[in-house]
């Protein structure tokens, strides 16, 4: 549950990125709280995708902060953390969620191997990386242990744990994705169009189930999709993206309910017409 009386676990500040003469983001700034899930929405070359990867430490802006508060409440300048310390954090308490599952995971390792390395990725400073290594997380019993238990929570027969991501439906690649990010207890998530490309049918299992899960796990989430429907059922908040630019933000039944810009206007008149 999202909680506004916190301190903010990200902040942005006036992010941009220029590629040569084009602006691919520019001027973006926003606060998100514990447990809130964020939706990022608008066209594609709308800038989502950009501010996403900023977000997330993959890409450095030209000019901005961002700032991560850890577990410990230090905040954190994801960009200007030594990378060592930035792949930590990656491995603990954030998350990212690719469109394509076969970006998230290693397709030539079993099922099982997927979720176990992001456990030993965790070890080191961090809270859950002590705590996994008190627990004797890189012991092989433990490891498949939980890879399990993940199988199971995200809706895979546990018989099919020594299997090859490869062999799987793209709908259990992406639910495999979903279970080595979460494994850790990240705190925050990074996800990237997590339905796209998928069937309606599968895209609506998949959907119930990231619903149950950001609730169960009390996840702060930055989602970018095109998908108004996807960013309804699961967003607190929107932010609506058009040239790069921040062009409409509120929470999410009221910027889908009553649009104030002509550019979201467009989004949500369409969707109806469809």
């Given at each position: ?32 709280w514990p447990g809130e899930v964020l939706g990022i929405v608008g066209e594609s070359g ?97 490891l498949r242990g939980r890879a399990l238990q993940w199988l199971e929570r995200v809706e ?119």
């Amino acid at each position: 549950m999202k909680d506004w009386n916190a301190a903010p676990i990200l902040s942005a500040r006036n992010l941009t990125r220029r590629y040569g003469g084009h602006i691919g983001c520019r001027g973006v700034s926003f606060d998100l709280w514990p447990g809130e899930v964020l939706g990022i929405v608008g066209e594609s070359g709308s800038g989502k995708s950009t501010l996403l990867n900023m977000l997330s430490g993959r890409m450095e802006p030209t000019s901005g902060t961002i700032v991560y508060r850890d577990a410990a409440g230090r905040e954190r300048n994801i960009h200007a953390l030594p990378e060592g310390e930035k792949r930590r954090l990656l491995r603990s308490e954030l998350g990212f969620v690719h469109q394509r599952p076969s970006d998230g995971l290693r397709m030539q390792v079993s099922a099982g191997a997927n979720i176990g390395e992001r456990l030993v990725g965790a070890r080191g400073r961090t809270e859950i990386g002590e705590r996994l290594m008190a627990e004797g997380a890189r012991h092989y019993g433990t490891l498949r242990g939980r890879a399990l238990q993940w199988l199971e929570r995200v809706e895979i027969d546990a018989g099919r744990i020594d299997d090859k991501p490869a062999l799987y439906s793209g709908g259990m690649q992406q639910r495999l994705q979903i279970a080595r990010n979460l494994v850790t207890s990240p705190r925050l998530v990074f996800m990237d169009e997590p339905t796209g490309g998928l069937d309606v049918s599968v895209q609506a299992r998949l959907l119930d189930l990231l619903r149950h899960l950001v609730l169960d796990m009390d996840l702060a989430v930055i989602l970018v999709t095109h998908d108004l429907a996807v960013a309804r059922l699961l967003s607190h908040r929107l932010i609506v993206m058009y040239r790069g630019e921040v062009v409409e933000t509120g929470l999410t039944d009221q910027v889908l309910d009553d649009p104030h810009h002509a550019y979201t206007q467009l989004l949500v008149s369409s969707i109806l017409q469809g």
